[in-house]
């Protein structure tokens, strides 16, 4: 991923390069935290998968063998 660059004229007529504002590595980092927050979402919705009881389960229309299926599945998946 690179950054865009734009042409701009200084005084003197000649052209020169400037670089956006916002750097790769800023954009690459929000993307991080932002899928860490995610992932971390994902687990607690999970986690409290975990605590429901069978009857609630059913309820909302999860079979308890699935349930436990989602509970185990690693957190970025």
Do not use: Q
């Not at 185990?72 to 998946?77: C, N, P, V």
Request: glycine share 6%; net charge positive.
């Amino acid at each position: 991923m690179s950054t865009i660059e734009t042409i701009g004229a200084d005084r003197a007529g000649t052209s020169e390069i400037r670089r956006s504002s916002t750097p790769s590595r800023t954009v690459t980092i929000v993307a991080l935290v932002n899928w860490f927050g995610r992932a971390m979402l994902k687990r607690r919705t999970r986690m409290h998968l975990s605590e429901l009881s069978n009857e609630l389960l059913e309820d909302i229309g999860i079979a308890p063998a699935e349930a436990r299926r989602e509970v185990k599945r690693f957190f970025w998946d």
